[in-house]
């Protein structure tokens, strides 16, 4: 099987439809109602900026310096997605400014509609990243290769950071998935795993914990 990144898209997709339910089933009158909306809205823009970030420059730097320009259309949507996050906020800022409650209920639903929008054009980018420019990845670069690009991650992240990162990402990932972050932190940085281990073992099953105790703790790491 070959070296995989794009995995967190999963938790990506599912905070996307979070906030989707979140939304659908506010009352715009009622402000903390929109005070948890913005909350969480304010959480998932920061994810998704710093995730965009995060691929234009690592992921399809890669791309650049073999002469691939299939990472366009991918920058392309980044800009327009940041763009349709703007106007979300201003419609959010707007509802909270108003006074009517005609009015906020309009702007309430257009929000809505908006951001629904925006969910379905962000999964297909996201469908877009990991059926066209993983597999691009893959064909310019070895395992090795591409592995080293995640290491850089895991080599300025402290443990606490890492155990942070699991707690969010493993609830909605399979035992390939979470196995495939293990491996890689084992392998980059070692002492780091150590505490890593120790803070996200117990969000395992058990049959998990052994699993991973077995293949991670006791025997070499195998190539993911």
């Known amino acids: ?6 995995r967190e898209h999963k938790y990506v997709s599912f905070l996307l439809h979070e906030v989707e339910r979140l939304v659908a089933k506010t009352d715009f009158r009622t402000p903390s109602q929109v005070h948890r909306v ?9 994810l998704l900026e710093g995730h965009a970030d995060y691929e234009n420059e690592a992921l399809h730097e890669l791309l650049k310096k073999k002469g691939s320009s299939i990472h366009v259309h991918s920058e392309e949507d980044h800009k327009l997605q940041h763009e349709q996050l703007q106007w979300l906020q201003n419609t959010l800022t707007k509802v909270k400014e108003c006074t009517d409650e005609e009015e906020q209920i309009e702007l309430g639903y257009q929000f809505y509609l908006h951001y629904r929008k925006f969910v379905s054009d962000n999964l297909a980018h996201l469908h877009e990243e990991e059926t066209i420019i993983l597999p691009e990845l893959q064909r310019l670069y070895t395992d090795e290769e591409l592995q080293a690009t995640s290491f850089a991650t895991y080599e300025i992240m402290t443990a606490q950071e890492m155990i942070h990162m699991m707690e969010g990402l493993f609830p909605h990932m399979n035992p390939s998935d979470k196995e495939a972050f293990l491996t890689d932190i084992k392998k980059s940085q070692p002492e780091k795993f150590i505490v890593a281990w120790e803070g996200i073992k117990d ?22």
Do not use: A, G, I
């Open 1 to 6: 099987m070959r070296y995989k990144f794009y």
């Open 38 to 46: 913005q909350e969480e809205f304010t959480f998932l823009v920061n």
């Open 203 to 224: 969000q395992f099953s058990p049959e998990e914990r052994d699993y991973f105790e077995n293949s991670l703790l006791l025997k070499s790491c195998e190539k993911v």
